[in-house]
């Protein structure tokens, strides 16, 4: 042991992950506070994730965030999970303790809420379109900001009894897409977590003309940034919110998690623009 202070060392582990911009968000907040440290991309397989998670500590990692498709698997590899976590059924977020144990946390829902919670929700239906990986944090936030019924309209109708059963606080209908429009009758807030209008993928096309009149449409994806669903919202002067707010969002929560200091959220504009935003 040299005795000098180590740089504070943290990553991103997916596979694959060479489209993660987690990198550019905490180098940013790193840079910003001063402090020695980097983050960085780790490509690991499903079949390496139990090697590289027990790994973590006799590298001197703070910890790591997981994406896909590893979300679900890395729960069962941490020795302790948040209360948060396991509601949720999923980590995104790991950190080394110092006993070189890991606790899994899940910053996701932080992340959806955030820009939710004066929203008035409480009581009000929200449409849910999918049923995936995302939807899973996306349900619990719902829960924790007291809404109402929550219409989940998935293809796989099995998958979203699944998810929703994680949450049985919250009251559930399942909707076909064959049924959208009784689904987005008077919603307050519709969210968009399909992989549905991303690069790559088929549009989503729907019609936002049955939602409330103050509804609010938040669409996760952010690859593109400005989705059809936002730009169908802001035409009719709905409240939009892009997926570079949950994913800033997360990080950010992540950050203190692994740095133990607050990323400076001041400059959120310039981190928009460096994503493309
Ligand atoms: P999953 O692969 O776990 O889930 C995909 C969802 O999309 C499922 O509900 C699936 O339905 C649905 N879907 C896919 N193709 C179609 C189709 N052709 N028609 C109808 N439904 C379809 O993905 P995730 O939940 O991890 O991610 C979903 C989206 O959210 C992605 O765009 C991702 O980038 C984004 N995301 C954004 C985050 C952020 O921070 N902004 C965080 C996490 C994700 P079915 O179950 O029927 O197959």
């Not at 689904?183 to 096309?205: F, R």
């Not at 939009?240 to 990080?251: F, S, V």
């Amino acid at each position: 042991m040299s005795g000098r202070p180590q740089p504070a060392l943290a990553g991103v582990i997916g596979w694959p992950i060479t489209h993660s911009r987690s990198p550019y968000l905490h180098r940013h907040w790193l840079e910003r506070a001063g402090l020695d440290g980097d983050y960085v991309r780790l490509p690991v397989s499903p079949e390496q994730l139990p090697a590289a998670l027990a790994g973590l500590a006799a590298l001197g990692m703070r910890g790591v965030n997981v994406t896909v498709p590893h979300k679900v698997t890395a729960l069962a590899l941490c020795q302790q999970l948040t209360p948060l976590a396991t509601r949720v059924g999923a980590v995104n977020t790991i950190v080394v303790q110092p006993d070189g144990t890991l606790l899994g946390h899940n910053t996701d829902v932080a992340g959806f809420s955030a820009p939710l919670r004066d929203a008035g929700l409480a009581g009000r239906p929200v449409t849910l379109l999918g049923a995936g990986g995302a939807a899973r944090a996306i349900l619990v936030a719902l829960a924790d900001l007291g809404a109402g019924e929550v219409r989940l309209v998935n293809r796989d109708q099995a998958r979203s009894a699944m998810v929703a059963a994680a949450v049985p606080e919250l009251t559930f209908t399942a909707y076909g897409w064959a049924e959208l429009e009784s689904a987005l009758q008077d919603a307050a807030l519709v969210v968009n977590a399909t992989s549905l209008g991303m690069t790559g993928q088929p549009p989503l096309d729907i019609a936002l003309d049955r939602v409330a009149a103050d509804c609010i449409v938040n669409d996760i994806v952010y690859a593109p940034l400005e989705t059809a669903l936002l730009r169908q919202a802001r035409a009719r002067g709905l409240r939009t919110i892009d997926g570079l707010e949950m994913l800033i969002g997360q990080a950010a929560e992540a950050f203190c998690l692994f740095f133990d200091a607050m990323p400076d959220r001041t400059d959120d504009a310039v981190l928009r623009r460096g994503l493309g935003g």
